[in-house]
């Protein structure tokens, strides 16, 4: 409230960013106010339903959040804000999303846990799409058009209605993290595995809290009983930006144990306030996150702290263990969906472990699609890692081992293929890792 009346009484003038969550059911007229300047504008957490029709006035606007509000429908007039790049209307009550409704610079458009059945041909005209969010929708296709959306790099699809994926999905050159569990086409399947066990919400306690990422909290806890120190998820709902809980639970049950991925002991149940949760081993204090997750500028690419670099020798562990992690998932019929640097965990000695299976999805009875294609888009985000790592090299380390340098930027450029066919499976890329690995001993 005390940020509204800032604004009103005009001392805001010059901002470029505002964010208001005071229960608004309209939208403050003053904002205009700020329409020279204003980029980045977060409306969520309120009771919004419309916007004004004169909303291009802000022109300079590059960001708009209006999250768990209650709007029923895209707002058409967003067409006008000419100079929108990222656009989050996540957890409203959306049924329509009509045609020519956004503007065509949107990069990132964040539609998750909504009502939508159908998205608009014109969806295909936005060029500059590189992250789509749709998971939670009732959509049972996808239209044609969207094969046009060529930079489309990570799209969420999981907890819809889709009987199956359109084959031109598996033909866009950048993508590379995709999540599709919970749709008719992968949950017939489901009741084929057995339960993860159970652990009584009385029997843990908790500690201090590890990090969040899209689906839940971790924190540090403990088993009563066997004085055993745990790492403990709650979910935050019951549909997140990656899907339903119960496909993590499913797809932690299908990756089994392997000595580069973080293993899950169990479930809560009996939580207090019914959420649902899962415990985890706890990861030494030893290991730290490998980058960070993208912001509102990189969009799909992780960020690493300035001055970060490796070392040639502890950049192929980590890109070994890693590829070694993905192969034994795809072995199982998984894609982790989100191999990201952030997921990642490295101790001092180059170990890694692949984490959180939230975007993960169980494909091998996905009927008409091959699990290779499955495989190669992740193959993908892998080259999206390798190139990172790459990239952060030392520079004495490129200079002495140019040879074996050029060899993992050959590797990478493979991986990335824009003609997806060409891309090598993961078992493959292993073998060319530990090659050069050897080169380097």
């Not at 009550?93 to 949107?106: A, D, M, R």
């Not at 790099?153 to 866009?172: D, G, K, Q, V, Y």
């Not at 993905?326 to 998984?334: D, V, Y």
């Amino acid at each position: 409230m005390k940020t509204l009346q800032l604004l009103q009484t005009g001392q805001l003038a010059g901002n470029k960013r505002l964010s208001l969550a005071c229960g608004l059911e309209t939208f403050p007229p003053e904002i205009f106010d700020l329409a020279d300047t204003l980029e980045i504008l977060d409306l969520s957490n309120n009771r919004l339903s419309r916007l004004p029709d004169d909303l291009g006035r802000l022109k300079k606007l590059r960001i708009l959040f209006l999250s768990q509000n209650l709007f029923e429908e895209l707002p058409e007039v967003l067409a006008h804000c000419t100079q929108l790049t990222m656009i989050g209307f996540k957890s409203n009550q959306i049924v329509h999303f009509y045609e020519k409704s956004l503007p065509p610079k949107v990069r990132w458009l964040i539609l998750t846990d909504n009502k939508i059945e159908k998205l608009p041909d014109s969806i295909g005209e936005l060029k500059r799409l590189q992250k789509l969010m749709l998971a939670g929708n009732r959509l049972t296709s996808l239209p044609d058009s969207m094969s046009a959306c060529r930079e489309l790099e990570l799209i969420r699809l999981s907890a819809n209605r889709l009987e199956t994926l359109p084959p031109w999905l598996f033909t866009l050159p950048q993508l590379a993290w995709l999540a599709c569990s919970g749709n008719p086409f992968t949950n017939d399947h489901l009741l084929q595995y057995e339960s993860l066990a159970e652990v009584a919400w009385d029997d843990v306690e908790l500690h201090e809290e590890l990090g969040e990422g899209a689906s839940g909290i971790i924190s540090k806890g403990s088993l009563i009983d066997e004085q055993e120190a745990v790492a403990v998820k709650i979910f935050k709902g019951d549909v997140t930006s990656d899907g339903y809980p119960a496909d993590e639970m499913q797809a932690c049950i299908v990756a089994g144990t392997h000595e580069n991925l973080t293993n899950v002991h169990g479930k809560l149940h009996r939580h207090p306030e019914e959420k649902e949760g899962l415990i985890l081993s706890l990861i030494p204090s030893s290991y730290s996150n490998l980058g960070r997750p993208p912001d509102l500028d990189t969009c799909t690419r992780d960020i690493y702290d300035d001055g970060t670099t490796f070392s040639l020798s502890l950049l192929i562990r980590i890109a070994t263990d890693i590829a070694s992690a993905a192969t034994h998932l795809h072995e199982q019929g998984l894609m982790h969906g989100d191999l990201y640097s952030h997921n990642i965990l490295v101790d001092d000695s180059g170990h890694s472990l692949l984490s959180d299976l939230g975007a993960a999805s169980i494909y091998h009875h996905a009927d008409g699609i091959s699990a290779e294609a499955f495989e190669r888009i992740e193959v993908r985000a892998f080259g999206c890692l390798l190139e990172e790592l790459l990239d952060r090299c030392l520079p004495e380390d490129i200079t002495s081992h140019r040879h074996l340098v050029e060899q993992l930027r050959t590797l990478e450029y493979a991986c990335m293929d824009e003609h997806v066919v060409d891309r090598p499976l993961f078992t493959a890329i292993s073998n060319s890792l530990s090659t050069i690995a050897k080169a380097i001993d």
